[in-house]
Nanobody, 125 residues
Framework: QVQLVEFGGGLVQAGGSLRLSCAASGRTFRSYAMGWFRQAPGKEREFVAA????????GYADSVKGRFTISRDNAKKTVYLQMNSLKPEDTAVYYC??????????????????WGQGTQVTVSS
C-alpha cells in the first residue's frame, strides 16, 4: 500500500509557473505507475499526465501538452508536475494517483489504485 501527499499548489497569474510534488510512502515506489488528474468546480475529474515506473514513458492530455511536464525521482519517492504558461482554465484541484505493480497506467482514472488528497491550483487572469 502507498500513501500519497501533494505539495506545491497555490495562486499564480496567467502565464506563470508552478511545480507540484507528490511524495509517496512505502518501499516499492518504483513499482508504481503514476499519474496526475485534476478536477475543476462543477466538472468531472480529468486526466492531466502519466508516467511509467521507470520514467521512460509519459503521456499528456491535449490541453496541457507542451506546457506541462511530468517526471519522477524514484530515489526520493516523488513524482512532479511542472506547469508552465498557466491559463485560468487550469484552475482546479490537482490529484496524484498511483497504480501498483504496473509499468504504465495511462489516462483512465479507474486504472489507479491510490489517490492523494489533492492540492488547489488557482490561475488568475
Amino acid at each position: 500500500q502507498v500513501q500519497l501527499v501533494e505539495f506545491g499548489g497555490g495562486l499564480v497569474q496567467a502565464g506563470g509557473s508552478l511545480r507540484l510534488s507528490c511524495a509517496a510512502s512505502g518501499r516499492t515506489f518504483r513499482s508504481y505507475a503514476m499519474g496526475w488528474f485534476r478536477q475543476a468546480p462543477g466538472k468531472e475529474r480529468e486526466f492531466v499526465a502519466a508516467i511509467s515506473w521507470s520514467g521512460s514513458r509519459t503521456g499528456y492530455a491535449d490541453s496541457v501538452k507542451g506546457r506541462f511536464t511530468i517526471s519522477r525521482d524514484n530515489a526520493k519517492k516523488t513524482v512532479y508536475l511542472q506547469m508552465n504558461s498557466l491559463k485560468p482554465e487550469d484552475t482546479a484541484v490537482y490529484y496524484c494517483a498511483a497504480k501498483s505493480k504496473a509499468a504504465y497506467a495511462g489516462s483512465g482514472a479507474a486504472e489507479y489504485d491510490y489517490w492523494g488528497q489533492g492540492t488547489q491550483v488557482t490561475v488568475s487572469s
